[in-house]
């Protein structure tokens, strides 16, 4: 079989032109805190808004709206955990289009309603397997037995094209919110454009809709999941050695083939940055507390990136106009205790020690006094096992009031008759506290 034919910006406009009569666009919006902080013109488009509260219904119903009647009569199906699933859902209800999705067992139970909910009577959901593997092998055995479609969650021309919209979509609202002038004779465009990265059908989409448009195009990747930045360096998808899976929106260990091939022919490349997930944690609460926008760890990633975008050589300049996509706003709020974890590390602001403690009266009372700061905070405090009689060590949380005060820490560490060996983020024991 030959390869799928690449997207083109044509493919994007057609295809938003479809899909204006079904989903209203989200908004465009200047964000105060991000061009202040950046001194750039900073603008969010709203994806967390949509009904499924991300993108992914756009390259669903792209893909839904190119299937003939025989395949409309014959369904469609897919595997997913997340807001592919959510996104495809609301498409075969606003489309009528049967489907049957493929969760995981390990599926939490509000993601499985939010599922069911969305599809209606259009939808079957089925808990089958342990991993998402188990439930992609389900769903391409159905679709064999049954000649339904497999809707991908992003290696496809169709769901691309869907995805672009995102982009085409936020040029007309650019041009015509902003005080930006173009300069050309055509309408304003923003300097740079900021999407978060898994699959890659996001930044793919964006390629095809920026065809000869002179637009920087930024790419946000978990530091934990940079797969399409693996592929650009290899020159192919590959498969990422270690995964970390905390950005759930877009911790993919390898990226789509046609994503990247349209990635790849951009003449221009992408630059492409990875952003640790302790300070997407920061840029969450951020937003959750001064914007009141609630946004899962992938829905934060292209406001995350924006200081290490600052810190490269060819960084935008001052008063450049930025506009970063929030992607998901699917956020479990029973995670923001690791969330809030993650970003007090990752500022410096909590750390872990090992502290061998005396078993005598006193010995955490002298520490109290004479070891912590007046500004610091016990939020962890754990014996760990008893040694001998005579000490006992302890594992120990402390919350500083300013990271620049950990100095002062580590000198009256060293100055205490007591044994302390700090437990760094980088620790195989780090990872049983967060």
Sequence with gaps: MSAPALPTRRDVETTAARLAEVLAPTPLRRNARLSTATGWDVWLKREDLQPVR?????????????????????????ASAGNHAQGL???????????????????????????????????????????????????????????????????????????????TELLEQFAAESAHEDGRGGPALPDVLVVPVGGGGLIAGAV???????????????????????????????????????VDGAAVRRVGALTHAVVASRAEPPTMLAVAEGRICVEMLDLYQ????????????????????????????????????????????????EVVERALVHEGRKHYFLVEFPQEPGALRRFLDEVLGPEDDITLFEYVKRSSRETGPALVGIELGDPADLYGLNERLAASPLRVESVAPESPLFRYLL
């Design 54 to 78: 991300s993108y992914k219904a756009r390259g669903a119903l792209a893909m839904l709206a190119a299937l003939d009647d025989d395949a409309r009569a014959a369904g469609v199906t897919c």
């Design 208 to 246: 095809c809709a920026l065809e000869d448009r002179p637009v920087r195009l930024v790419g946000a990747e978990p530091a934990g999941a940079a797969s399409m930045a693996a592929a650009l360096a290899a020159g192919g998808p590959v498969d990422l050695p270690e995964l970390d899976g905390f």
């Design 290 to 337: 001064s914007d009141g926008i609630v946004a899962e760890p992938a829905g934060a990633l292209a406001g995350a990136a924006l200081d290490q975008l600052a810190a490269l050589p060819d960084a935008p300049p001052q008063g450049a106009s930025v506009v970063c996509v929030v992607s998901g706003g699917n956020n479990d709020v029973s995670r923001y205790a």
């Design 89 to 167: 859902a609301f498409a075969c209800a606003r489309a009528r289009v049967r489907a049957r999705i493929f969760l995981p067992r390990t599926t939490p139970r509000q993601k499985r309603e939010r599922v069911a909910v969305l599809g209606g009577d259009w939808v079957e959901v089925v808990l089958t397997g342990e991993t998402y593997d188990d439930a992609a092998a389900a769903a391409a055995a159905y679709a064999a037995a049954s000649s339904a479609t497999v809707v991908p969650a992003f290696d496809d021309p169709r769901v691309i094209a869907g995805q672009g919209t995102v982009t």
